[in-house]
């Protein structure tokens, strides 16, 4: 290789210095430009000439500024080729993220109001299908969990900031598109509807706790609760991105670790239900038996919820050549999920021994009130329901993000300007209330939740094993291909036949609530 003169080493520094300015986002983070042209080059690396051969020759304190550069230098050729509009939307306004942050976003995202919903589909499974279907459905996640993680920056220089841009990548632009932002936004809008609900009808059951008999005599509506804990979810949501939020996370992962084992624990320490009994439910016919079971294995798959958020919160982290953003992600990833396990298991199991296929479709909250108010003190009763409304305000946040994020990416793309605080604030309002109006017209949660499942299933469990095949490209007929091409084609079956119970049980609830009142 040829020596280049000293004098151009010494010139090299003050390049990528100059080429890296820093600009001012709506909010008030930094976020870096790209690279200028002047920095880029395919002939040679921007170390490639500061070999020991090279340095030999050269006294002490040289060598040591040369090193140092060298290090430097190979910083600078790792940085990433951003999109300057990326500095703008709310995933990528702020890279200051951390292993801490992806704990709490994680965990804020990964358990909540659907381990709620669980002991509902034990009671269609029973004993040995449901902890099965439970166990598996774990373990599958956490491997696509662990795909998503190493496909951010599978390509050097690339980083994929958002699951419909690796599903791009991967399924070429326009299959993409078509294949990962429906279930993606519909699962970030259902689970905010469903949200709505369970966080209306729980601030209204801890009002009723609270107040006891002096609160009865004009009490508020179920949707009048709705549109109260919604109001709320839209100030909150006025926090500019996602890194803005991470104090949110923390508050509704706490929240929730303490009121899932709140809840099993009492649940287990009182006395069961006389008429309590493990068989599954039984149904009229075949057909309907069918439905309602594809309809629990729907909340199964949708108590693994949020992958389609991994991609955006290691979007949330700074990443460099010698420090990639894999590593501080998959260290938050491997911590929330064992709190998550630690959480799901016990109130699936707990619930469904306290209350076998007594559970009513709201879930193990709505059976500890039921069964039990009159039993536990009032004031410990009323703290599990309260936490249950501030994890349920602060997974709204999260999983409003990715939607947030579209919005305001196609503001942008149109204006090549960022949204102003009002726009933003539009958004954000239209949206809550959008989410409002769904919840009254499906107020419906354990069918909702199966159907969620259904829909969106080849988010968490097909479409990371698709994507792995096609990027990384392992061997063909090897184990990693068979594998992966066999986890994929049945998570899509899975989602089919999910997706037809969650339909066949909201019509049915539907049914019922039209043509049987209660007496």
């Known amino acids: 290789m040829e020596e280049r003169p000293e004098t151009e080493l010494i010139s090299i520094p003050a390049t990528p210095r100059v080429s890296t300015p820093e600009i001012q986002t709506p909010s008030g983070q930094r976020s870096p430009r790209p690279a200028s042209k002047e920095t880029k080059s395919s002939a040679w690396t921007p170390t490639s000439f500061i070999s020991p051969r090279f340095l030999s020759p050269i006294g002490t304190p040289m060598k040591r500024v040369l090193i140092n550069m060298k290090g430097y230098l190979e910083e600078v050729g790792h940085l990433t080729k951003l999109n300057p509009q990326d500095a703008w939307p ?54 696509t969990l662990w795909i998503l993680v190493q496909l951010h920056e599978a390509v050097p220089g690339k980083r994929y900031n958002r699951y419909v841009e690796l599903a791009k990548a991967a399924f070429g632009e ?19 509807t469903a949200l709505i609900l369970i966080g209306g009808e729980t601030m209204k059951l801890f009002f009723q706790i609270v107040c006891g008999p002096l609160c009865t005599s004009n009490p508020l509506t179920t949707v009048e609760w709705y549109l109260v804990f919604t109001s709320l979810c839209i100030v909150l949501s006025q926090l500019p991105n996602l890194n803005s939020i991470a104090g949110l996370s923390l508050v509704g992962a706490v929240t929730a670790i303490t009121y899932s084992t709140m809840v099993w624990v009492l649940s287990v320490s009182q006395e069961r239900p006389p008429t309590i009994s493990y068989e599954p439910l039984s149904f009229p016919s075949s057909a309907a038996a069918f439905f309602s079971v594809m309809n629990a294995l729907g909340i199964v798959a949708f108590a693994f ?9 290691q ?29 799901l298991f016990p109130v699936a199991i707990g619930g469904f021994w306290a209350y076998g296929n007594l559970m009513p479709s709201g879930g193990i909250l709505n059976a500890l009130y039921g069964f039990h108010s009159h039993d536990i003190p009032r004031g410990l009763l009323a703290l599990a329901f309260l936490l249950v409304v501030f994890n349920c305000l602060s997974s709204f946040q999260i999983y409003s993000m990715p939607v947030f994020d579209s919005f305001e990416a196609g503001y942008t793309s149109r204006t090549n300007r960022p949204c102003s605080i009002w726009v933003r604030s539009g958004f954000r309002v239209f949206y809550g209330f959008v989410n409002f109006f769904i919840g009254v017209a499906l107020p419906f949660l354990s069918s909702l939740a199966g159907l969620l499942g259904g829909l969106t299933l080849p988010v968490t469990f097909a479409y990371p094993c698709f994507m792995w095949v096609l990027i990384k490209r392992p061997t063909k007929y090897s184990f990693n291909w068979y594998f992966n091409w066999i986890l994929g084609w049945l998570g899509i079956a899975f989602s089919l036949a999910f997706s037809i119970g969650g339909i066949w049980s909201i019509v049915n609830d539907g049914l019922k609530l039209k043509f049987f009142k209660p007496n």
């Open 174 to 192: 326009r299959l993409g598109v078509w294949l990962a932002l429906f279930p993606t936004v519909y699962l970030s809008a259902g689970t905010a």
């Open 305 to 313: 919820r949020g992958h389609n958020l991994v991609l955006e919160i």
């Open 90 to 143: 709310p995933i990528t306004e702020s890279r200051n993220g951390n292993a801490h942050y992806a704990a709490f976003h994680n965990l804020n995202a990964g358990v909540g109001f659907q381990a709620l919903v669980l002991p509902v589909a034990f009671a269609f499974l029973g004993w040995s299908w449901g902890i099965l279907a439970l166990t598996i459905a774990y373990c599958w996640q956490l491997y």
């Open 315 to 343: 979007a949330t982290m700074p990443s460099t050549f010698k420090h990639p953003a894999h590593v501080p992600m998959w260290i938050g990833a491997k911590v929330a999920y064992f709190f998550i396990a630690m959480c």
